[in-house]
């Protein structure tokens, strides 16, 4: 047993009789209950202003963007290709990366239930111990009793620090909002992937378009060479002409192998993107499909969207929340800590009457603790804490101006692209027909093989260019997506595979200041579920026990779920998914809260 900090002993049997000034048990949890319920110190976060554009500099100017709203949840479906949805299906479930973060949302969830554990008393235990005792016979007023046991038993030591401060409720805070950053940072995570698969993938097919039209073109140069090298044969031209014409063949023909390169190197990243080994997709991505078609207009909406779309705006929002509240938690140590100590259990000299109501012992009383003469390591701490939120918040600002720098330098390359695609158009199609004149003229002996030459080295750079161009439309449509935050919503509503999915193994493996929330988050399509949705968690029939809630903050500062399937999240031990979230800032019951501790 410990030694505590507050009143005397009070025995029963024998020794001294209690005093009878003594303070009841239950006054004095009343106090502690009234204690703990106390002032929070600190600033509450009141977010970061954000500048924010009225509209795209491009929106409804450009013909090829609007800006009207649009879906942009499963946008690689505007491409129409079975293959590259089924890999973005299976992304999610197979990934490493993904898997590493969906852990990092558990241990968030962990360490939010140790800090509701720091409101109950953080110490309790039961102890015991045994001692052969033998008194000096040589010393002034010796002890009756020179040698004898005592046996000791406590069944509950307990130490509980008030929250008089709310450091604890200010260290929830903090794990609330970093849980929230981890998830948030999950759907950033899922979004790159997402958006790095539909590139490589877009990659993948432009190479393989390339590769088509250069082994074509050589097919073209080797009926040239022939006829060149037949027109020597019989002195109607000079060797120069066979000379210029296996030139022109061999350097079309060194680029196959840098084609064929590249189409190993985009499958080995797909391989790796859904955490398999490289040739796995092999099979799958065996035909080519060609480059999957851009669309003609792209609707960005609103640029204040992505304040609540992009999970990275999310992430460094939640951030600079729990730094804010770590303010708090440091403010805190400026004052005195406030303990209630106190333990019961049984003491003898003889084991034989040790469980005996006359053996009972017991104590309970307050202290406190103050920390002073520190030197400005507690107020140093605390401006530390405060250059961190500074600059979270400005990283939070910067971000924000990122996203929209992402989204207005994808729409005019999207813009331009269009029209550099409608000029290679016309050009290769021109370039296509003078070659065939031009060498059919040579044929006939009415041109030289020098414009022959010229004529088909400019035909295989337009239609590689072309190609080209189709594939880099088709990316910036991917990187506007994704800059538009688009994708992670699909792992809350779900999404079916489509026929004949990709076959692949699993992998094993200041006070009075106001909170502001983020901007809602779309609205459910059933408005009768409501109500329900405040429950932080409602396992559905079919789901797992990888269920996992995401929340997002309301404008009546409410916490609602949107429930989200997370494929890497095993059940945690220990907490069930009620416990996962209480909540501890609004209403929430003592119960949830007690639940969550244990």
């Known amino acids: 047993m410990f030694k505590i900090n507050g009143p005397a002993h009070m025995r029963r049997g024998s020794g001294p009789s209690r005093p009878d000034s003594r303070v009841p048990l239950l006054a004095i949890l ?8 106390g002032c929070k110190l600190g600033p509450d976060y009141c977010g970061a202003p954000a500048q924010i554009q009225s509209r795209w500099i491009d929106a409804d100017v450009d013909p090829h963007v609007c800006g009207e709203p649009d879906d942009v949840i499963q946008w690689w479906n505007k491409f129409d290709d079975p293959t590259l949805t089924s890999l973005i299906a299976t992304l999610e479930s197979q990934n490493l990366d993904l898997r590493s973060a969906a852990f990092r949302i558990q241990a968030a969830r962990s360490s939010l239930g ?13 102890n015991g111990a045994y001692q052969r005792l033998n008194n000096s016979q040589t010393i002034a007023n010796v002890a009756p009793v020179v040698d004898f046991d005592n046996w000791g038993v406590s069944m509950f030591d307990a130490q509980w ?9 200010r260290n929830i805070e903090s794990s609330e ?7 948030a940072t999950y759907d950033d995570i899922l979004v790159s992937l997402q958006g790095e698969t539909a590139s490589t993938y877009i990659q993948l097919r432009t190479l393989e378009r390339r590769l088509a039209l250069a082994r074509a073109n050589v097919a073209i140069q080797q009926g040239t060479l022939k006829i060149a090298e037949a027109q020597f044969k019989f002195g109607a031209v000079s060797e120069l002409d066979v000379i210029q014409a296996t030139q022109s063949l061999a350097q079309t023909k060194s680029s196959i192998p840098v084609f064929e390169a590249g189409i190993r190197i985009s499958k080995n990243a797909l391989c790796v993107l859904l955490g398999t080994t490289p040739g796995s997709l092999d ?6 499909t060609g480059i999957p078609p851009a669309p003609e207009i792209i609707c960005a909406g609103v640029p204040s969207e992505l304040l609540q779309r992009r999970p990275d705006i999310r992430a460094a929002w939640y951030a600079a929340a729990a730094q804010s509240a770590s303010i708090g938690v440091a403010i805190t140590d400026l004052y005195p800590s406030f303990i209630i100590s106190g333990d019961i259990g049984y003491q003898s000299q003889n084991l034989s009457d040790l469980v005996n109501p006359k053996s009972v012992i017991g104590a309970v009383g307050p202290s406190f603790s103050w920390n002073i003469l520190n030197y400005g390591r507690i107020r140093n701490n605390i401006r530390l804490q405060e250059d961190l939120l500074q600059s979270d918040l400005a990283n939070y600002q910067q971000t924000v101006l990122t996203a929209y720098q992402e989204v207005e330098n994808g729409l005019i390359e999207f813009s331009r692209g269009h029209e550099r695609i409608e000029d290679l158009t016309v050009s290769t199609e021109q370039a296509a027909k003078s070659v065939k004149i031009a060498t059919a003229q040579y044929e006939n002996g009415a041109t030289d093989f020098n414009r022959v030459y010229t004529l088909q080295l400019n035909l295989a750079q337009q239609q590689d260019s072309l190609a080209a161009a189709q594939g880099n439309i088709a990316a910036q449509v991917v990187a506007i997506y994704k800059a538009l935050g688009g994708g992670w919503q699909a792992r809350s509503t779900g999404y079916s595979m489509p026929a004949g999915p990709v076959p692949m193994q699993p992998n094993l493996g200041e006070p009075g200041g106001e909170r502001i929330p983020l901007p809602p988050p779309p609205e459910e399509p059933d408005a009768a579920n409501d109500q329900a949705a405040i429950v932080p968690f409602d396992v559905q029939p079919d789901a797992t026990d990888e269920l996992v809630g995401l929340f997002h903050v309301q404008p009546d500062q409410t916490v609602k779920p949107v429930m989200a399937t997370l494929p890497h999240l095993p059940e945690h031990k220990g907490t069930t998914q009620r416990e996962f979230f209480p909540q501890l800032r609004g209403s929430a019951k003592k119960s949830d809260i007690a639940d969550t501790a244990e």
């Open 30 to 37: 009343l106090v502690s209950t009234c204690l703990t319920a």
């Open 114 to 126: 140790i800090a509701v554990g720091g409101l109950f008393p953080q110490s309790q235990t039961a």
């Open 161 to 169: 620090e008030l929250d008089f401060w709310g450091r604890f409720r």
């Open 177 to 183: 909002d970093q849980l929230q950053e981890s998830i």
């Open 283 to 288: 099979q799958v991505l065996e035909v080519p």
